[in-house]
């Protein structure tokens, strides 16, 4: 489908859908007058999955006393990062899922691997490894040059799908508490 002036994300590459940088990187704007510093940029890496675990750290709720059977939490309490307090960001690594298809690539700090490609949108076989610190557009592909790290980022990329996999419930099968 052809890139359209809405659809577009520059400098960014691919669009919404995609596990691209264009297709996920997006603001988020929140305002708390008084709590929150007008103006405050934060260019750290924050989920979705992210805001239940603040929303509940900030509203003093403990999630492990409202699950039966203490289900893990992907996301992480971003709060302190919020409001500038935070010493080290707590997100410094992220899976990439599109749908249906599932995996699709992993972020380990200031890199995104996609084990797969195709799923950059990119033509052949085999992996694809980005720098986004220096390679916005996700356009050179590093894979050859750092073989190791490739190999590194799979593993964890192995390590957390399976991690995944044993935590999963099929649809259909979750008991109301």
Same mark, same amino acid.
């Given at each position: 489908?052809?890139?359209? +002036?809405?659809?577009?994300?520059?400098?960014?590459?691919?669009?919404?859908?995609?596990?691209?940088?264009?297709?996920?990187? @997006?603001?988020?704007?929140?305002?708390?007058?008084? @709590?929150?510093?007008?103006?405050?940029?934060?260019?750290?890496?924050?989920?979705?999955?992210?805001?239940?675990?603040?929303?509940?750290?900030?509203?003093?709720?403990?999630?492990?006393?409202?699950?039966?059977?203490?289900?893990?939490?992907?996301? @992480?309490?971003?709060?302190?990062?919020?409001?500038?307090?935070? +010493?080290?960001?707590?997100?410094?690594?992220?899976?990439?899922?599109?749908?249906?298809?599932?995996?699709?690539?992993?972020? @380990?700090?200031?890199?995104?691997?996609?084990?797969?490609?195709?799923?950059?949108?990119?033509?052949?076989?085999?992996?694809?490894?980005?720098?986004?610190?220096?390679?916005?557009?996700? +356009?050179?592909?590093?894979?050859?040059?750092?073989?190791?790290?490739?190999?590194?980022?799979?593993?964890?990329?192995?390590?957390?799908?399976?991690?995944?996999?044993?935590?999963?419930?099929?649809?259909?099968?979750?008991?109301?508490?």
């Amino acid at each position: 489908e052809p890139l359209t +002036k809405e659809s577009l994300a520059k400098p960014f590459r691919g669009k919404k859908w995609s596990s691209l940088e264009g297709g996920t990187r @997006v603001p988020c704007i929140l305002i708390w007058p008084g @709590v929150l510093s007008a103006g405050r940029e934060i260019d750290e890496m924050i989920s979705a999955m992210d805001l239940l675990p603040t929303l509940a750290d900030v509203c003093r709720i403990d999630l492990t006393k409202h699950s039966s059977d203490h289900l893990s939490i992907d996301g @992480v309490n971003v709060w302190n990062s919020l409001l500038g307090r935070a +010493k080290k960001h707590p997100r410094n690594e992220l899976l990439y899922w599109h749908g249906s298809n599932g995996f699709e690539a992993i972020r @380990v700090g200031d890199w995104k691997l996609f084990p797969d490609r195709r799923c950059a949108n990119l033509k052949g076989t085999g992996p694809a490894l980005f720098h986004l610190a220096k390679d916005l557009e996700e +356009k050179n592909d590093l894979s050859q040059q750092y073989p190791r790290r490739l190999k590194s980022m799979q593993a964890l990329a192995d390590q957390r799908l399976v991690s995944i996999q044993s935590k999963s419930i099929p649809l259909g099968q979750a008991e109301a508490d």
